[in-house]
């Protein structure tokens, strides 16, 4: 049973636009959401982050937002750059028990 | 901070024997580690997490017996692939969290990757 989706396998943006990336759970109990960037053969590296009593996080040019209602999370990058190009996971978390997705693999476009 | 290497990065080794794989915190003391496989095209899996000193807590559908995992110290975590098959052949991935950050996060080691043939 899968805590958490990730419905875009991939997705590709011109460089400079907005990378939009999503992510859904199912469990109303998470507390802690988080983005992980991962490039091939390395281990995922993290992001950012929101708790569950947030509905946006900034950093950068890196924003989470979360919807609890909908039980959905997404990702905005902007402005993209070539060097975003990579595997994103989004992670759900409660004490212990992190769950991923499957991940979303962001092509940027120069 | 927060640094997390694994060792060895990349192994290959013949069907029936044993591999272990070694997780260390590098820069910060770790009560909870956690161990992932990741196959090709798909999410991470969590296999276990083990706290310091005591026994690991396997998900399931994970064979303790195959995957043995000790988690001695602070700062390493060991998993051990016993008798080794081609099914075992993945990425496997060590994550670690720090004991004196607040915040809920964890940090991956670079990941290695086992071949068994």
């Known amino acids: 049973d899968q805590q958490v989706k990730q419905n875009s396998p991939s997705l590709s943006v011109q460089e400079g636009r907005i990378s939009i990336l999503n992510c859904d759970y199912t469990n109303s109990m998470f507390d802690y959401f988080l983005w992980y960037k991962k490039y091939p053969a390395e281990g995922p590296t993290f992001l950012i982050s929101?708790?569950?009593?947030?509905d946006k996080n900034e950093d950068g040019r890196f924003t989470v937002f979360l919807n609890k209602s909908a039980k959905h999370l997404s990702l905005h990058i902007v402005p993209s750059q070539p060097g975003d190009s990579a595997v994103y996971f989004c992670?759900?978390?409660?004490?212990?028990?992190?769950?991923f997705g499957t991940g979303t693999s962001l092509t940027v476009i120069p | 901070g927060a640094v997390v290497s694994q060792h060895p990065s990349r192994v290959i080794c013949k069907s029936g024997t044993s591999v272990k794989i070694e997780c260390r915190s590098l820069?910060?003391?770790?009560?909870?580690m956690f161990w992932y496989r990741q196959f090709p095209k798909q999410s991470l899996m969590l296999m276990a997490t083990?706290?310091?000193?005591?026994?690991?807590?396997?998900e399931q559908g994970v064979e303790k017996d195959k995957f043995l995992i000790n988690h001695a110290s602070l700062t390493l975590s060991t998993l051990t692939v016993t008798s080794a098959h081609p099914e075992d052949s993945s990425f496997y991935i060590c994550?670690?969290?720090?004991?004196?950050?607040?915040?809920?996060?964890?940090?991956f080691g670079p990941g290695t990757r086992l071949t068994v043939l």
């Open positions: 994550s670690a969290r720090d004991r004196d950050r607040v915040i809920n996060e964890q940090f």
């Open positions: 992670a759900v978390n409660t004490g212990n028990q992190f769950y």
């Open positions: 083990s706290n310091e000193g005591s026994k690991a807590t396997y």
């Open positions: 929101i708790s569950s009593i947030k």
């Open positions: 820069d910060f003391q770790a009560t909870t």
